[in-house]
């Protein structure tokens, strides 16, 4: 369903230590989500930006049933998969791979991370939950092993109910990862300062 159209940025894959998957959101493209890279610490890295298939992950919500956003869902987490078991191939280890994604793009790293448990670099989900109509807890096994995984949300974003952010928060400590949530009263529905210096701070001076 998805097209293997990956956009890159940083170093190259020979000459990096470590790499970054960034995921966009909705209607968003792999050039926008790239762009943020100015912005994070992430100097040594390889950046690797998939394209989503006409600007979108998944036809429907979030927290529509699986199965109504599928084959489009599966088609994304096999997309990731297949990167990552790429990335590890070339000699990679899971914890020299960072996640970060916005809002569909960050519903996608925390359902791919949970789904496909080992101990990462890090991940950051700029809004956003694991997915489904509700939580699925026999999807999620496997343990994270520590990986730091930010998660920032508004209080009343109109997509991610903080509900469902907390429930994906209470999910990923579970197995064992190192979670900070934070919740901006009154956010709206976009990537703010603070975010880029928490997840500066959490996942990327320590890289």
């Not at 991940?123 to 092993?145: H, M, Q, S, V, W």
């Not at 998660?151 to 197995?175: C, F, N, W, Y």
Request: glycine content about 10%.
């Amino acid at each position: 369903m998805h097209s293997k159209k990956t956009l890159s940025g940083g170093k190259k894959l020979k000459e990096a230590d470590k790499v970054l998957i960034m995921l966009h959101g909705r209607g968003g493209t792999a050039e926008d989500i790239l762009s943020l890279a100015s912005e994070l610490k992430v100097d040594g890295f390889a950046l690797l930006a998939p394209q989503a298939t006409n600007h979108t992950w998944y036809p429907y919500s979030f927290l529509a049933p699986p199965a109504d956003n599928e084959p489009w869902l599966g088609s994304a987490l096999q997309l990731l998969k297949e990167l990552v078991d790429d990335l590890l191939e070339q000699g990679f280890s899971s914890e020299d791979l960072y996640f970060l994604g916005f809002s569909q793009g960050a519903c996608l790293t925390l359902e791919f991370i949970a789904g496909n448990a080992k101990r990462y670099g890090g991940a950051a989900a700029f809004t956003g939950g694991l997915i489904g109509d509700r939580i699925y807890p026999e999807k999620y096994k496997g343990d994270l092993g520590g990986t730091p995984v930010f998660i920032g949300a508004g209080d009343q974003d109109p997509h991610v109910p903080l509900e469902r952010v907390q429930e994906s928060t209470a999910v990923l400590k579970r197995m064992h990862a190192v979670v900070t949530e934070v919740i901006y009263p009154g956010r709206p529905h976009t990537i703010i300062r603070d975010e880029i210096e928490q997840v500066n701070k959490l996942l990327f001076t320590l890289s």
